[in-house]
């Protein structure tokens, strides 16, 4: 078992920024990819940036490459996402994901065990 917890979200205003993080506990030797997703409301939960084990191969969604940045600390467990140049756009519940897989991927049925979400809200 894996568990990933999720914490930074928060209440921004546009053009604001924000970092996420996600710590893995449990058994996380296995889990060599680490996957951000995200849901507003009313709509289907999107990839938004995914990064392998070694830090030297991301992916992100075209809505937030130049403004996200998905970054690791594997002697942490952690996995970041800095968020800048916000847009409203960007309000979800923010989730973050493990997989075994080698290389990132940017679907959601590639990822097996998945936080509980962080609250991100862009409004002024």
């Known amino acids: 078992q894996v568990q990933p917890v999720e914490s930074g979200g928060g209440l921004v205003q546009p053009g604001g920024s924000l970092r996420l993080s996600c710590v893995a506990s449990?058994?996380?030797?296995?889990?060599?990819?680490m996957g951000w997703f995200r849901q507003a409301p009313g709509k289907e939960r999107e990839f938004v940036a995914a990064?392998?084990?070694?830090?030297?191969?991301?992916s992100y969604a075209d809505s937030v490459t130049g403004r996200f940045t998905i970054s690791r600390d594997n002697a942490k467990n952690t996995v970041y996402l800095q968020m800048i140049s916000l847009k409203p756009e960007d309000t979800a519940v923010y989730y973050c994901?493990?997989?075994?897989?080698?290389?990132?991927?940017?679907?959601?049925?590639?990822?097996?065990?998945w936080g509980q979400g962080t609250q991100v809200t862009v409004s002024s």
């Open positions: 449990g058994r996380t030797r296995s889990r060599n990819v």
């Open positions: 994901a493990t997989s075994g897989r080698i290389i990132p991927s940017m679907r959601s049925y590639d990822y097996d065990y």
């Open positions: 990064i392998n084990w070694s830090g030297g191969t991301t």
